[in-house]
Nanobody
């Protein structure tokens, strides 16, 4: 069955960095868009970054552009999110998700139908 397992979350001070990982199994990883999404307490889940099956065409939310980098290793079935210059407003549960590649990978929650359980990121000021 499909499994997405996030890791790498934790607590860090503002200005610090974290690297999230998402290990995928149970489907043909290289045929799927992959994305990172987050949800802060009391807020709706939002898009962070997505990447196409070949590891190109990354898209980022304006709030993380220039600070976060999404990447993937198809040989390891693993997705990454390098987060630098973290801010308190980045505090959230971070989820990875997969969407079958239909020609492009949109920066939207719609169509991402495989989800992990999430990893918590807490940034203190």
């Amino acid at each position: 069955q499909v499994q997405l397992v996030e890791s790498g979350g934790g607590s860090v001070q503002a200005g610090g960095a974290l690297r999230l990982s998402c290990a995928a199994s149970g489907y043909t990883y290289s045929r799927y868009c992959m994305g990172w999404f987050r949800q802060a307490p009391g807020k709706e889940r939002e898009e962070v970054a997505v990447i196409d099956p070949g590891g190109g065409s990354p898209l980022y939310a304006d709030s993380v552009k220039g600070r976060f980098t999404i990447s993937r290793d198809n040989a390891k079935n693993t997705l990454y999110l390098q987060m630098n210059s973290l801010k308190p407003e980045d505090t959230a549960m971070y989820y990875c998700a997969a969407r079958y590649f239909g020609g492009w990978c949109p920066l939207t929650l719609l169509g991402y139908n495989y989800w992990g359980q999430g990893t918590q990121v807490t940034v203190s000021s």
